[in-house]
């Protein structure tokens, strides 16, 4: 009976060893697949990011021809706005897109300011259309902004936190930029009534 309990304690011994580096192999195949499913999260809500914008840039120029139905002398606005759509398409990273996102809506709104001297564009139902694709698309826009976001801020901690940091290195894992709104989205308003 002696030696059996010797036998079995030598086993375990060996064994215990062997059942740790199992546990650690596994414990790192766990972390690693956490760290791509969290990267894929995050490309797929950039993806969401990006078919927003196509959808509004596409919507676009049909929005420009109404206006130029009535308002054919406001060459600048129009040539802005196709400027901004280009530069918006020409864009890569985060932070890029982000800043021709800013310019187009800005130019949009140029856009827009020019339509309100219209009343009869504004009375048309294709513009009316168009205006409330665009708007329904600039809120689909802020939903996936705000998704991609939280997926990128999870992503962002999961490889810049202990034991995570280690394999982000070892594999090459990078951080992902913010989409970030520019300081025209974040500055106020201003209003200025004119006495005619």
Request: glycine fraction near 6%; proline fraction near 3%.
């Amino acid at each position: 009976m002696g030696q059996l309990s010797v036998n079995s304690a030598a086993v375990m011994a060996a064994l215990l060893p062997l059942a740790a580096i199992a546990f650690l192999v596994i414990a790192a195949v766990f972390l690693y697949n956490a760290l791509v499913l969290s990267r894929n999260r995050t490309r797929e809500a950039w993806s969401g990011i990006d078919v927003q914008l196509k959808r509004r840039s596409s919507l676009i120029p049909n929005l420009v021809e109404s206006v130029r139905g009535y308002a054919a002398h406001e060459h600048a606005v129009f040539s802005e706005v196709a400027q901004a759509r280009g530069a918006l398409a020409k864009a890569a990273g985060p932070a890029a897109i982000a800043a021709a996102d800013q310019g187009l809506t800005a130019a949009l709104g140029r856009l827009f300011a020019v339509a309100e001297n219209y009343p009869q564009l504004q009375a048309a139902k294709t513009f009316g259309q168009l205006q409330e694709e665009l708007s329904d698309t600039e809120e689909k826009i802020a939903y996936a902004r705000q998704f991609y976001n939280r997926n990128a801020l999870d992503y962002n901690t999961r490889i810049q936190t202990f034991p995570g940091n280690q394999f982000a290195k070892w594999f090459n894992f990078q951080a992902v930029e913010y989409f970030q709104a520019g300081e025209a989205a974040t500055s106020d308003v201003k209003v200025q009534f004119t006495m005619a």
